[in-house]
């Protein structure tokens, strides 16, 4: 089965992210597994995203994730629908200063698959190794990393509890595309990225160009 499809989405919001006004019009796309597809171009690019990741609704269009239409699901169904199946990455990594990395990381996890903490514990050192850090740094203060690790902890937080679709919304951290597509490549996960305008060459399987008259799929 697809993991997701979406068929006419139509968006139009006269401020997008405190901004400037965004908008989306008549986008249909199919996203199999174990694929990259990363979008390029303006601010329409990171609304789509959120509305293909469950977090911003559209105005018309249908969405079907794993069969189910999603914009006709109860609202409660519908959040646990998103927590289970997607992971997302920001503007920004979000992390909790006060929390160690391993804490930062862990939360989902914990929230989600509801595991025991030696199954979180062994969860966390394995999405260490997939976001390129050393599992010594699993106990450290996140007041103690630099800005890149920052970002490799957010990667990690967002694959703990293995979601099958990855959202990267427009996280400036072209540094992590390769990471997502490895996940991608290994568990079949479904990954969708905002890259903006930054070449992408060799990093994904596919790119699209929303509200442009052009596509191209690229094998990399």
């Not at 390029?40 to 469950?54: D, K, T, V």
């Not at 903490?117 to 260490?128: P, S």
């Not at 996940?183 to 992408?200: I, P, S």
Request: include cysteine; glycine fraction near 8%; proline fraction near 6%.
């Amino acid at each position: 089965m697809t993991p997701l499809q979406c068929q006419h989405i139509t968006c139009r919001r006269p401020s997008w992210n405190g901004r400037v006004p965004s908008a989306v019009r008549d986008f249909s796309a199919n996203f199999s597994e174990g694929i990259t597809t990363v979008f390029q171009g303006g601010e329409e690019s990171g609304l789509l995203l959120s509305i293909l990741g469950m977090i911003e609704p559209p105005d018309s269009g249908e969405i079907r994730v794993f069969g189910e239409a999603v914009l006709k699901m109860e609202t409660a169904a519908a959040h646990r629908l998103r927590d289970s199946a997607f992971g997302y990455l920001f503007t920004h990594p979000h992390l909790l200063p006060s929390f160690t990395v391993a804490e930062n990381i862990a939360m989902p996890y914990l929230r989600i698959c509801g595991n025991a903490i030696e199954a979180a514990r062994e969860r966390v050192a394995e999405v260490l190794e997939m976001a390129e850090l050393d599992r010594a740094c699993a106990n450290l203060a996140i007041g103690d990393l630099d800005e890149e690790a920052h970002w490799r902890v957010a990667f990690a937080r967002s694959i703990v509890h293995s979601p099958k679709i990855l959202v990267a919304v427009s996280p400036p951290a072209l540094f992590l595309l390769p990471l997502a597509k490895c996940y991608a490549e290994q568990t079949g996960a479904t990954v969708l990225w905002n890259a903006g305008t930054a070449d992408v060459s060799g990093l994904c399987d596919r790119i699209l160009y929303p509200g442009a008259a052009k596509s191209s799929t690229v094998l990399g």
